[in-house]
């Protein structure tokens, strides 16, 4: 489609017409979710007993209680008019996958059935041959598995096309290796469990389960769809690599929370709807800073739970663009001179009994457990700090960071002013611990917290990873990844802290010393190690790139050697303390991500190839070609030379940026053939980085975007920024 029919197309959309709900959402909520209400109407007590109990217990279920409940979620399948199943799994590509079977089935007399057994819901076994492994197996070995996760509930996916029963799974290898991404999830949520209640046993012994919770922002841009499909970069590589800032951006900060567009609006209803159905909890939408960006989030839910219902809202916003004539962006930079897209993961610990470990109690005794805890999480995210910048490394996140829109590359926490204070206050307390004795809390200010706690921290946008009063929030996540990766991170650094906590904490109470002294003397020691990473200024300063680097924090700025930081021994001792990742594992998914890395560099680099030789160099040789035919034809009326200069320097402009795409795109080529050489998965990742990427696409970029500026309008191949962000 070409520009021109494209903004004819986009120009003349209307809004769809998306029916408002005539009941309460509490009516039609869930109700494509298999979820307890299901479960009891449809399975027999003792199995609904049964499975509940397996479920709360994270306990295998039996298969004689698979058949059962394998035959009441297929009822309930089929009351909702769904033809096929699925196991529904995250494999290492990054995005969802599936594989639908009939419920179809002949009997041995040839009568048609409507089947579906326990075994199948318990595990299948899809072709596994074509997902990356990292090594762990070789091509021709396709035996892979996939395992019903009992704690997210099934749903029914409704399409146009038909509806699909779909079981969440994990995805391992035939030796048994996760090939996904919700099983060392699940691993690293049994890790901090225990590792948590382990210590809050220490201040109340009712607390018998903790849980790690996560609300998930979702930021996006949209796009009409016509416009999209005039733009070969956006439909490839999900980004611009070419265009122009226009005149107008996001220098007004008018849209950030203004009034949403009627028809991003209607499409805003639609897929909210669709969620709710799928008992995903959105809560929040908005604008957001650059135009034709926006953001949803949902409110907070079990952190397994919470990210399946991230990525299964992803797929519905796409579906749903779809019939509004729009294309959902999630790259983290689709466009340049504006802000990208992140996914905030908002962070917490609650408990059994209702309590959020990182919220601050109304006793001086509740207070000190948060502040075990609080501590606790700092010590662990100061520990595995460049881990933790790893787990967020992606093509498109190495334009995102540090572009000051969105947190920079160098790992650090935001804890706000009041909460330093008490740090500082316990870390230089003059309470002599030695005594051995109760101490006065007071002293160190503790029982202050419960009063101002809430309200004492400035959201920092800077801060990749804020306290934002009971929780924190690791903002530096890419609007397009799958957040179980840095939140199992998370979770495991968190565990490994704990543990350690406990052992110290065992041994100086063996030794006579009080609970409080013991906890306070170590959470001294904690933050005066710890105390580094901790930073309440601008992140976007030159000053804090300095200061930085004075603490020892890394400032890694690129995906190549970010991703160094999951193969350390440091990582390797942690995923295997808490028994999240072996070490085949994890240098199986370093080498899976420097493969993707590489994968999307090639793909921009051919594309900004493709468009430069075949778009854009045609049409500035026709534009230049019209003025040189102007210029000559003004010099045989008599018009003097010095007249026609500007003109002539026009020419000599276009011919000075013609000449310089072209020598740098033949460059980037030679420097891709040469990159594409090397067998060393890093070696190569690099090489496309600093050689491909870091050499050669701000230079073209650069002098596509001034012919852009030059070139007649009417003439140019690319629909431009202005049309991109502002028609909608």
């Avoid at 409940?69 to 033809?83: F, Q």
């Avoid at 008490?422 to 202050?448: M, Q, R, T, W, Y």
Wanted: hydrophobic content about 40%; glycine content about 6%; overall charge negative.
């Amino acid at each position: 489609m070409t520009r021109k029919e494209s903004l004819k197309i986009a120009s003349s959309r209307q809004k769809v017409t998306v029916p408002y709900p005539t009941m309460p959402i509490n009516e039609f909520f869930a109700s494509n979710v298999f979820n307890k209400q299901k479960m009891r109407e449809y399975l027999p007590e003792e199995i609904f007993n049964s499975l509940i109990n397996s479920i709360e217990k994270g306990e295998a279920i039996d298969y004689s209680i698979a058949q059962h409940v394998a035959a009441g979620m297929k009822n309930w399948a089929l009351s909702k008019n769904a033809t096929h199943y699925t196991h529904w799994f995250q494999p290492l590509t990054g995005s969802t996958a599936e594989k639908h079977d009939s419920f179809f089935h002949l009997s041995p007399d040839g009568q048609a059935l409507e089947t579906f057994s326990g075994s199948s819901l318990v595990q299948q076994e899809p072709d596994a041959s074509s997902f990356p492994s990292g090594g762990i197996r070789n091509t021709f070995e396709a035996r892979g598995y996939t395992a019903w996760d009992t704690s997210s509930p099934a749903f029914i996916y409704e399409s146009p096309a038909g509806n699909t029963l779909c079981i969440p799974t994990i995805f391992i290898s035939y030796t048994g290796e996760s090939l996904d991404y919700k099983s060392p999830l699940l691993k690293s949520l049994i890790a901090v469990e225990k590792a948590a209640v382990d210590v809050c046993n220490y201040f109340d012994k009712s607390i018998t389960k903790v849980y790690p919770t996560l609300g998930i922002e979702q930021e996006y841009f949209l796009v009409d769809d016509a416009i999209f499909n005039a733009r070969p970069d956006l439909m490839m590589c999900g980004r611009s690599v070419y265009g122009s800032s226009p005149a107008r951006g996001q220098q007004l900060d008018d849209h950030y929370f203004g009034s949403i567009p009627e028809r991003v609006q209607a499409y805003m209803i639609d897929f909210e709807q669709e969620s709710h159905k799928l008992g995903i909890p959105l809560k929040t939408r908005h604008n957001e800073v650059a135009p034709g960006q926006f953001e949803c989030a949902p409110l907070f839910e079990e952190m397994n739970l919470a990210v399946d219902h991230n990525l299964l809202l992803m797929d519905v916003m796409e579906r749903v663009s779809k019939r509004h004539k729009f294309r959902v962006l999630f790259h983290e930079k689709p466009f340049s001179g504006i802000n990208g897209s992140g996914k905030h993961n908002n962070w917490s610990l609650s408990t059994n009994t209702g309590k959020n470990l990182l919220s601050p109690g109304k006793t001086p005794k509740n207070n000190l457990m948060f502040l075990t805890f609080f501590v606790n999480v700092i010590k662990a995210y100061h520990n595995h700090a460049d881990l933790m910048r790893a787990t967020i490394a992606s093509a498109g996140n190495d334009y995102r960071l540090g572009a000051n829109e969105a947190p920079p590359a160098i790992m650090s926490a935001f804890i706000g002013k009041q909460l330093s204070e008490v740090l500082d206050a316990i870390e230089h307390s003059k309470v002599d611990v030695a005594e051995g004795k109760e101490i006065n809390l007071s002293k160190i200010g503790i029982p202050k917290i419960p009063e101002i706690l809430l309200d004492n921290t400035d959201r920092n946008r800077t801060s990749p990873f804020a306290f934002t009063g009971n929780k924190f929030e690791f903002r530096a996540v890419g609007s397009s990844a799958n957040p179980a990766a840095p939140m199992a991170t998370l979770n495991a650094a968190v565990a490994e802290q704990l543990i350690a906590f406990k052992a110290e904490m065992d041994e100086r109470m063996g030794n006579g010393e009080s609970r409080d002294v013991a906890v306070l003397s170590i959470l001294a020691r904690y933050i005066s190690e710890s105390k580094n990473i901790i930073f309440e200024g601008n992140g976007y300063g030159d000053e804090w790139v300095e200061l930085a680097k004075q603490r020892g924090l890394n400032n890694i700025k690129n995906t190549p050697d970010a991703l160094d930081g999951m193969v350390t021994e440091k990582a390797l001792k942690l995923f295997e303390t808490t028994k999240i990742y072996t070490e085949r594992e994890l240098h199986a998914r370093h080498e899976i991500q420097l493969e993707i890395f590489t994968k999307k560099i090639q793909i921009e680099s051919r594309l900004m190839e493709d468009l430069a030789l075949n778009q854009i160099v045609p049409t500035v040789l026709n534009y230049q070609n019209l003025l040189v035919k102007t210029v000559n034809g003004q010099k045989e009326i008599g018009i003097s030379k010095a007249v026609l200069q500007p003109q002539i320097a026009l020419i000599e402009k276009i011919a000075n940026h013609l000449s310089d795409v072209l020598t740098n795109v033949d460059a980037m080529v030679n420097a891709r053939k040469k990159a594409n050489l090397i067998d060393d998965v890093k070696e190569k990742a690099v090489a496309y980085s600093s050689d491909v990427k870091g050499n050669y696409f701000d230079k073209i970029r650069l002098h596509v975007d001034k012919l852009e500026l030059i070139v007649d309008d009417k003439l140019w191949p690319l629909a431009k920024y202005r049309e991109l962000m502002f028609i909608k």
